[in-house]
């Protein structure tokens, strides 16, 4: 097994779990946006940490406790967590880890280009943090006015700058492609300037448009061009091509990484091996006292619903609902389809029977002898022309098991 396959294998045991929380704060709102995100709220943000490391605790006390299993990556998310302060982003990260945070966890924090700044670069490294996801998108300042992000160009090329001249090793890129009056020549060039900084990581998402954005409305209105198929198709070529060349390899639909630098933290969601979320909206899976299939719950997406489930002590934890074998089954093939290495079938069947997994080989059996997954001696996965059209062909795939 070489660097990148070990990463991607799964940890197969169940006393570990990732951990991710939500911090949903914005400046603005982006255009195309549907993420749990509030602009203008930062005189909240204070309040809002002790909310979080309420839940925290109580997640700790009813649902790990005493089985004290190990959290084995955390990630900061958003919303824009580069957006809290020193003291802010210190209270977080020590109360939950009171004990310190484990150097050989992987420890991410994502960030926006316009809030970095090398303090807090010192700050995240003093307190353990040991990744750092940049949220570029484009390197265009035409395409980041349309798309509504408060940087600029500059600023992204100042704040990847920062993060290289700080020595941080572990970082990831994040770009998008599809965006409004964007040409293949175009999304080529934010591709050569992202691959020139060598990042060990990049993710490259296509825009898509989120029910309720401004960007509906505008389509809605004939005011938003965006690329046809055939144009997005190109720029998926450039995107495998390119990265390719530059070392990246492709580990997931949306992700690239350097061998040794995949997502540990994103890989736990792949495998839907446990993750607890905490905040506003974040979601979660998890084993223990959760019925012999996991159980999935998802915190209310309202702040201030959110803030009443704390004040009444009702987390979204407690009226959780088991999955069933069918449905933890369907998950994990579901999720496991987005790797490009695919699923290793020997793990379906160790952890679901053979039973269920000959059963849905025979049920794909159509999709596989049109070309849209293919079925190795011990893997199933995507082709690569399926792998292009993955939203759909999961449609397709959600099937009734016996
Ligand atoms: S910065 Fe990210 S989370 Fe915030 S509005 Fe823009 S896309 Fe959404």
Partial sequence: ???????????????????????????????????????????????????????????????????????????????????????????????????????????????????????????????????????????????????????????????????????????????????????????????????????????????????????????????LQLPKEQAILEMMDVLEEKSALAGLFQYETSNFAREGFTCAHNLTYWHLEPYVGVGVGAVSYFVWNSGPWGAHWENPTDLQAYGKMARDGSWAFMNRKGLTRKEAFMETFLTGLRLTQGIEVSRLKARFGEEMVAEVIRKITPLVEDGWLEVGKDVLRTTRRGGRVLDALLLEIVFDLD
């Avoid at 802010?88 to 316009?114: H, R, Y």
């Avoid at 898509?208 to 809605?220: D, M, N």
Wanted: charged share 20%; hydrophobic share 40%.
């Fill in 1 to 223: 097994m070489n660097a990148v396959s070990t990463d991607l294998a799964g940890r197969g045991d169940t006393e570990s779990f990732a951990l991710y929380v939500h911090l949903p704060f914005c400046k603005r709102r982006c255009a195309y946006c549907d993420f749990v995100s509030f602009a203008g709220m930062e005189g909240v943000i204070s309040s809002y940490i002790e909310l979080v490391l309420k839940e925290w605790r109580a997640v700790k006390d009813l649902l790990i406790s005493p089985a004290s299993p190990k959290v084995t990556s955390c990630y900061l998310g958003g919303g824009t967590p580069s957006l809290l302060n020193e003291i802010q982003i210190e209270t977080l990260v020590k109360g939950l880890f009171p004990g310190g945070v484990d150097s050989s966890m992987e420890f991410t924090i994502e960030a926006n280009p316009e809030s970095l700044m090398p303090s807090k670069l010192r700050c995240y490294k003093s307190l353990g943090i040991n990744r750092i996801s940049l949220g570029v998108q484009s390197f265009s300042d035409e395409s980041l006015q349309k798309l509504g992000r408060i940087h600029t160009s500059r600023q992204a090329d100042m704040a990847i700058q920062m993060i290289c001249d700080e020595g941080w090793e572990n970082w990831s890129l994040d770009l998008m492609y599809g965006l409004p009056d964007q040409t293949p020549g175009a999304f080529e060039r934010d591709l050569d300037r992202a691959l020139a900084f060598e990042s060990p990581h990049l993710s490259a998402y296509c825009l898509t448009l989120a029910p309720g954005t401004p960007f509906v409305k505008l389509a809605e209105e004939g005011r």
